[in-house]
């Protein structure tokens, strides 16, 4: 019966090695995805952090901007009487030319 003894004890260990490696194994694994979980974790809050930065600046520049957006507005107001005194400066060159002209054939 010793060698029944000895295989079932060999047997035996050889089933407790496998299990230790197996369980082994499974523990690295966990350990594995906890440290991923912790590296991911630290990814989304440093993406969270610039996301809130990148916020706050967009905010900033609306308030820039609708700051800006009454001298938007003066400044296409000026632009049209611009554009006003620019067409009537051309009438008034056009007239002119025509005076000059006149008044040349008038003195000849």
């Known amino acids: 019966m010793s060698t029944i003894e000895e295989k079932t004890e060999k ?34 809050k440093t993406m969270a952090d610039k996301c809130k930065s990148i916020n706050e600046s967009q905010k900033g520049l609306k308030e820039k901007y609708d700051t ?4 938007f507005g003066q400044i296409d107001k000026l632009e049209k009487k611009i554009n006003s005194l620019e067409e009537m400066a051309y009438a008034i060159d056009g007239y002119t030319k025509k005076l000059e002209s006149q008044f040349k054939k008038l003195e000849s």
Do not use: C, H, P, W
């Open 11 to 44: 047997l035996s260990k050889a089933t407790q090695e496998y299990l230790r490696s197996e369980m082994k194994a499974t523990i690295d694994d966990y350990k594995l995805l906890e440290e991923m979980n912790k590296v991911t974790l630290e990814k989304y």
């Open 68 to 71: 800006l957006g009454v001298f």
